[in-house]
């Protein structure tokens, strides 16, 4: 089986995407910077560890690497002198001075085999000026060096350095393959798995974490306090499970629940991410127009931006504010 040849057997719905990779190289059909756009919890970064094995293989059989060479063994343990994934880290920025390393380690001689391989595993965590440093080093690189970038960003707004790229698009698998991937990682509420999975835009990776790290407990203990808030018109009820952990988290739950009222608005009961709440969603798609819903999501969007971007800011009073502000907009208060 080739799923266990390419040891992707844990995320079945990558061997196709690096079937069709692979195949392009064979026939010399790709580009020199390859950029992915997909959505976390997809492995991705696995996707690509498994093409930069085959590019650098020694022996390769046909779309497998023979996992013997001396390539792969450094493959295997870490320590390829010609693999060089930057942005492996959370908080980890790339400026120019990682470019500059990057150029310098690109204009070396491969010290294995032929081939080099540069890994920015996140495009968004590189300044302005290190993009621009890196479309020059894209113009004119040399040969047998291959980059793999990643974007997350859900926008479709794409940059100069999409233009100088191959895009390609690893889309999320289709909803029942998941449903059965998680089945068969011993999750078996099928109710539990169909929602988190919608949480996550159908990533299997994070709802299977969501559903592991307990967060399913937090996020109905939360929307039990939301809707016995929005029963009392007092939502400053909410503020000290909302302050406690997992603030950024909470602040997406409450507004996919008010995109759910906008698509139940709209009549796409289908479509519902957090079908299990339907008093929630009813109260907010009967009682406001699509307007006060909107604005209920932007002030959310704007409170949970700041939350992220100010340093040393007093997270409640923050919340506290956006609270009294929300309570304003659904008119509890006049
Ligand atoms: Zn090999």
Not at 36 to 50: F, H, M, P, R, Y
Not at 220 to 248: A, E, V
Request: hydrophobic letters at 40%.
């Amino acid at each position: 089986m080739a799923s266990k040849t390419i040891h992707m057997k844990r995320y079945p719905w990558l061997i196709n995407p690096y079937k069709i990779i692979i195949k392009q190289h064979q026939i010399k059909k790709t580009h020199h910077a390859f950029l992915i756009k997909t959505i976390k919890g997809l492995g991705v970064c696995k996707l690509i560890l498994e093409i930069s094995k085959w590019l650098l293989c020694n022996h390769r059989n046909g779309i497998k690497c023979c996992k013997k060479c001396h390539s792969c063994q450094l493959m295997l343990s870490g320590n390829h002198p010609d693999w060089h994934q930057y942005i492996s880290k959370k908080d980890e920025i790339i400026t120019v001075n990682h470019i500059r390393e990057i150029n310098e380690k690109i204009f070396k001689y491969p010290k294995q085999g032929k081939n080099k391989i540069i890994f920015l595993s996140n495009i968004q965590k590189m300044t302005e000026s290190a993009k621009n440093a890196l479309l020059k080093t894209l113009e004119e690189p040399p040969k047998n060096t291959w980059f793999f970038l990643i974007d997350y960003n859900n926008l479709r707004v794409n940059s100069t350095l999409h233009s100088r790229c191959l895009i390609y698009i690893l889309s999320p698998p289709l909803e029942k393959n998941s449903l059965s991937w998680l089945k068969n990682q011993n999750l078996l509420n099928k109710k539990l798995n169909l929602i988190a999975l919608r949480i996550y835009q159908g990533s299997p990776i994070s709802a299977k974490k969501f559903i592991n790290d307990g967060l399913w407990e937090e996020r109905n203990n939360l929307f039990l306090y939301f809707l016995k808030s929005i029963k009392n018109q007092n939502l400053l009820k909410i503020l000290p499970i909302l302050s406690i952990k997992n603030t950024i988290l909470k602040i997406d739950w409450i507004c996919l629940l008010l995109f759910d009222s906008i698509q139940l608005y709209f009549n796409q009961k289908k479509k519902l991410t957090n079908f299990d709440q339907l008093e929630l969603i009813q109260f907010f798609s009967s009682n406001y127009n699509y307007f006060t819903l909107h604005q209920s999501i932007y002030t959310w969007t704007k409170c949970r931006y700041r939350l992220l971007n100010i340093p040393s800011i007093n997270s409640e009073l923050l919340l506290l504010e956006q609270l009294l502000k929300w309570e304003k907009i659904l008119s509890f208060v006049i």
